[in-house]
Each structure stands twice: as C-alpha cells, then as structure tokens.
C-alpha cells in the first residue's frame, strides 16, 4: 500500500464517491489507495469502506482545515457537493471554494470535479421560456456548479471537470419510477417531450472517474461528459416494460404541471428537464457515449442496469 498514490473521495458514503471507492478498490493492480472522506466515520456505510480496505478518514466540505487534513500527503481527490441536503447554492460554491483551497495546501496533483452545466450560458435570467428561481437562477443545482467550475483553476489546481448525466438510480431512491395511474397500469412520468436523456448507473460514474484518474495528466484542464445511454421517455418506458414484466406506459408531463408538483425542488427539476429538452443536442454531444466507454469499458446500458437492478424499482 505505500508505494500506492492515495485518492481522496469527497462524499465516500455516497453514490458518486462510493462508486469511484469501489472502482479502485475492486482492482487489485490498481495506482492507487482510498482516503474516503466522510463526516461520520462511526456509520455503517464507513465501517463498510473499511473493511473493504479503504482509509476512512472524517471530514467536513463546509470545513476547510478539516479538508486541508484530509487532503494532505493525497496525490489527487474526487471532489463532489450535496445540493440536495441544503438546496443552497451560496452553500454549494462555499464548499467548492474550500475544496478548492484545500487541495492547492495540499499541493493535490489531479482533482476531479463532479460538475454541471450553468444552464443561464443558455438561458439568460431574462429569457422567460423558463421562470427565474431564488432571484438568479434557472436550473440552481446545476447552475452553482457549473459557475464554480473556474475555482480550481483560480486556486491554480489540475483539474478534470466531469459532467454528469441523469442517475437511473434516481428511479429507485428518488420517486421517480412508474406509479400506477388511475386505471392501475403503470406510467412513466417524465417532462421530456420526444427527446432524448443522457443517463447513467451511478456505479458507472465512480468507474469512469477511476479511468480518468488512471490516464492522469491527458485529462487535466479538461471538461468531460459521461453517459451510459442516450433514451427517450418512451424508450425508457418500453425497456422498463420488458424488464419488469409488466406495461409501463410514458407520459410526457408539461414543464409547467412538472414544476407545480408537491415535491422538493418540483420548479428547480422542471427548470431542469425543460433544459434537457430544449437543449438536446447540446446536452447529448456533451455527454459522448464511445468516450465513456474508452473510461469505463464495462459501462451498462439501461437494459443491463434493469435486470441488476429493476427488482428495486419501488412501483407506486
């Protein structure tokens, strides 16, 4: 393990950072050793990393000596925010600049940014398409990201910006499978028109940063967009079908009823798939299926996700 460049992960307990542990960990020839970073190293989910071989070590984003701490002696660290806990964005760029601080302390030489797209580069805040959200948003959990991108680089650290796509995860852990509708068959809710989603298994996202981290230098001062497939609502709904036996219809859902819904963050998300939807071929070409795979040769397409994990889907 000495001779192993360590790799901080920011959020090891999580979906992004647990993939990338597991990633490294799973490769008995790897580079590299795990330094997972955690606020509690008494959970369960960090006693796991630690009996996988991982050092757990604690560590807080809103924390900036705690990260300093944590970053010391790493070659190189997945960073990564948690909107979603706070729904601030002021919160989210404060926890990128002290990511940011702590890695240049550290004298980090490679840091991987799980990152967004600033969707206001598409949409200004006075174009009405949209409504503007928290008097300067369009998209917040995407736009605080993506205007955080530069901080690595001001702080003068080599950084890969990684953009992310949809997680089909979120069908299982965020509400957003098929529920029953008012005949009792199955509909897949989902504002995306006729367009197509870049999605992605979550695992496949720590795996593609480990593939990134592995081609080193050739990746620094790089953006790079990851996706497992490319689907339609109705795409989706069919394999969806097949997977669990049963009819899933699709039902493309306006923006405006989406952004209504009695749900955390309803106008954020509805900002959201309307951005995917009005920007097809932007957010697809960014997001290249063949480079993907050149990081992550064993990346799932949704069928293979499905029959792993479609069991899973809670059917409401």
């Given amino acids: 393990m000495a001779d192993k460049k360590i790799i901080a992960v920011v959020g090891a307990t999580g979906a992004q950072g647990g993939g990338l542990v597991r990633a490294i960990l799973s490769d008995k020839d790897s580079p590299f050793s795990v330094r997972a970073l955690t606020r509690n190293v008494n959970s369960d989910k960090a006693k796991e990393l630690a009996s996988m071989g991982a050092e757990v070590v604690q560590a807080d984003v809103d924390d900036v000596e705690s990260l300093k701490q944590a970053f010391t002696g790493a070659y190189g660290a997945f960073c990564v925010t948690f909107f979603w806990e706070h729904f601030s964005p002021e919160k989210e760029g404060a926890q990128v600049k002290a990511m940011a601080q702590a890695a240049k302390a550290a004298g980090l030489q490679h840091v991987i940014w799980s990152t967004l797209e600033d969707t206001r580069k598409w949409i200004p805040l006075s174009d009405d398409r949209m409504p503007t959200l928290m ?9 605080a990201k993506g ?72 990746f ?36 405006d009823v989406f952004r209504s819904l009695d749900i955390p963050g309803a106008a954020d998300l509805g900002n959201m798939f309307q951005f995917f939807h009005d920007f097809e071929e932007y957010f697809c070409g960014a997001r290249s299926l063949d480079e993907t795979r050149t990081l992550n040769p064993a990346l799932q397409t949704f069928e293979a996700w499905l029959a792993q994990n479609g069991s899973r889907i809670p059917l409401g």
């Fill in 220 to 255: 620094i001062g790089k953006t790079v967009g990851i996706a497992g497939e490319h689907l339609t609502g109705a795409e989706m709904a069919s394999a969806m079908s097949q997977a669990l036996g049963q009819d899933v219809s699709y039902n493309a859902v306006p923006f």
């Fill in 147 to 218: 205007e955080s991108d530069t901080v690595f680089a001001e702080f003068g650290v080599p950084t890969t910006c990684l953009l992310t796509s949809f997680y089909w995860d979120n069908f299982i852990h965020f509400g957003s499978g098929p529920t029953k509708g008012p005949d009792g068959n199955l509909v897949l809710n989902m504002p995306m028109g006729d367009k197509m989603l870049p999605g992605i298994a979550v695992e496949d996202i720590g795996k593609s940063a480990y593939g990134i981290f592995q081609k080193g230098s050739e």
């Fill in 135 to 143: 008097d300067k948003y369009k998209v917040p959990h995407f736009d």
